[in-house]
Nanobody
Framework: VQLQASGGGLVQAGDSLRLSCVAS?????MGWFRQASGKEREFIAA????????IYEESVKGRFSISRSNVDNTIYLQMNSLKPEDTAVYYC???????????????????WGQGTLVTVSS
């Protein structure tokens, strides 16, 4: 399984941005995490590959939305009403073993894509 994340950039507070993560291989669930400079990695959102369950971190509920395209196996993170505190490197991750249920735990994801930097200016 390989993951390729993209879509980061520099935006202003209040703007929207959509991150993409192209996946290949057998996947049970995928998630988005972020890591701000000097801080620990943080869970953002995740969904089952079938799309029947989604979970979000409280701080992004109502602003961020995770979805998947059935056409090209791409996971999206739609981010609206961005704030300066959303500035971070964003990572997509996948669970491919089938050993776990949908989770916020980063250590249950066994495949990670490279990060994409999102910078939100005030």
């Amino acid at each position: 399984v390989q993951l390729q994340a993209s879509g980061g950039g520099l935006v202003q507070a209040g703007d929207s941005l959509r991150l993409s993560c192209v996946a290949s291989g057998r996947i049970y669930f995928m998630g988005w995490f972020r890591q701000a400079s000097g801080k620990e990695r943080e869970f953002i959102a995740a969904m089952t590959w079938r799309g029947d369950r989604k979970i979000y971190e409280e701080s992004v509920k109502g602003r961020f939305s995770i979805s998947r395209s059935n056409v090209d196996n791409t996971i999206y993170l739609q981010m609206n009403s961005l704030k300066p505190e959303d500035t971070a490197v964003y990572y997509c991750a996948a669970e491919t073993s089938g050993s776990y249920t949908l989770t916020k735990r980063a250590d249950w994801y066994n495949v990670w894509g490279q990060g994409t930097l999102v910078t939100v200016s005030s």
